[in-house]
T-cell receptor
Framework: DAGVIQSPRHEVTEMGQEVTLRCKPI?????LFWYRQTMMRGLELLIY????????DSGMPEDRFSAKMPNASFSTLKIQPSEPRDSAVYFC????????????FGNGTRLTVT | DQQVKQNSPSLSVQEGRISILNCDYT??????FLWYKKYPAEGPTFLIS?????DKNEDGRFTVFLNKSAKHLSLHIVPSQPGDSAVYFC???????????FGAGTQVVVTP
């Protein structure tokens, strides 16, 4: 079991640029979650998918943020255009079914927008 | 609106002693609770869970207690070991989709 795989581990970009974060969930899991961790807000849920379908995107901060899950083994979180306040660690997590099943997190992508 | 609160940002404990981490919540509809441990530059890893139908769950050195009337849960680590030094998050969920809300975390430092 390779666990949840995120790429890149670190991303430094200039304000206004497009940023794409990638996630490969654990094989067999049918739910995928994108979280963001900041000092001010802690771990906050941005969006989650079940069977590749977005269920709740109420945590997405602005229209600049979008997420897709084209198949069961891949998801992207895109920020366009990026701003310095988007600087944070972005985590992807997956689980089976939901219903209280523990989330399995990737190691995160540390995003710095200058 | 923070519905899950960890009011102690840090905790220092001697090796071999008990670590007690606390978590309070405001939403009475939460029915499943998790504790996660996080090392620097890594993602949170699952430690232990408890559902609202129980008041205690134990797994080795880790025990979670749930007091529904007080909307409070705690994590006990006995005995504490240097490898337990990490940030601990509590998380709670109300729905069947596994949508969890996390507390701000408590940094635990276990000293020799």
């Amino acid at each position: 079991d390779a666990g949840v795989i995120q790429s890149p581990r670190h991303e430094v970009t200039e304000m206004g640029q497009e940023v794409t974060l990638r996630c490969k969930p654990i094989s067999g899991h049918n739910s995928l979650f994108w979280y963001r961790q900041t000092m001010m807000r802690g771990l906050e849920l941005l969006i989650y998918f079940n069977n590749n379908v977005p269920i709740d995107d109420s945590g997405m901060p602005e229209d600049r943020f979008s997420a897709k899950m084209p198949n069961a083994s891949f998801s992207t979180l895109k920020i366009q255009p990026s701003e310095p306040r988007d600087s944070a660690v972005y985590f992807c997590a997956s689980s089976f079914v939901g219903g209280g099943s523990p989330l399995h997190f990737g190691n995160g992508t540390r995003l710095t927008v200058t | 609106d923070q519905q899950v609160k960890q009011n102690s940002p840090s905790l220092s404990v001697q090796e071999g002693r008990i670590s007690i981490l606390n978590c309070d919540y405001t939403n009475s509809m939460f029915d499943y609770f998790l504790w996660y441990k996080k090392y620097p530059a890594e993602g949170p890893t699952f430690l232990i869970s408890i559902s609202s139908i129980k008041d205690k769950n134990e797994d080795g050195r880790f025990t979670v207690f749930l007091n529904k009337s007080a909307k409070h849960l705690s994590l006990h680590i006995v005995p504490s070991q240097p490898g337990d030094s990490a940030v601990y998050f509590c998380a709670a969920s109300t729905d069947s989709w596994g949508k969890f809300q996390f507390g701000a975390g408590t940094q635990v430092v276990v000293t020799p």
